[in-house]
């Protein structure tokens, strides 16, 4: 009885299914692929460097005398090291494994990664710049943003891409059309 439950069960929710076995790998795939000796030495070298240079162009932009050093991010009277693990690569990669997994069309796919990649690394950067306004300006306040609120906010935004690109980046497949019976009025 129990066993023929389980098999109506997957039945009725293969996709979904299909779906989380594929974001899973997807997510462990891309996790061993940026952990690779080879990908990690190029990935961990100059990711946070653009990103250094990203935040310090968002803060120049906005007024704040900033400036980029490799990984280091310069303001007055704060600096701060952007590592591997805070230029956004893990939400990147969250959100690329659900592009990925979900039943779309390749190009539907494709669209998605390119939108949804380039706004995440928009809005980490965004987010790092307003964590170097908070350390120049309340010091004592940005171990707490950094490691809590903006995180928060940055899964919200991944999430947010991820639904955005599902609700509105992909076209509903067209509706079969019926077979005609040649009984139809008009």
Known sequence: MKLSR????I??????LKFYALFGYFCLLFYFLLHWKVSEN??????PEIMAESVAMVLKIVGISAHAVQQRVQLPGFSFTIIYHCAGIF???????AVIAYPARFIEKIYGLVVGIAGL???NTVRMAALGIIGMKWRTHFDFYHEYLWQGIFIIFVIGFWMFWKEKMIRTPAQPIEPSTGTETV
């Open 121 to 123: 690394y928009l809005i």
């Open 42 to 47: 190029y990935i961990a070298r100059y990711l």
């Open 11 to 16: 039945k009725l929710n293969t996709v979904l």
């Open 6 to 9: 389980v098999i109506e069960f």
């Open 91 to 97: 939400g990147m990669m969250i959100y690329a494994s």
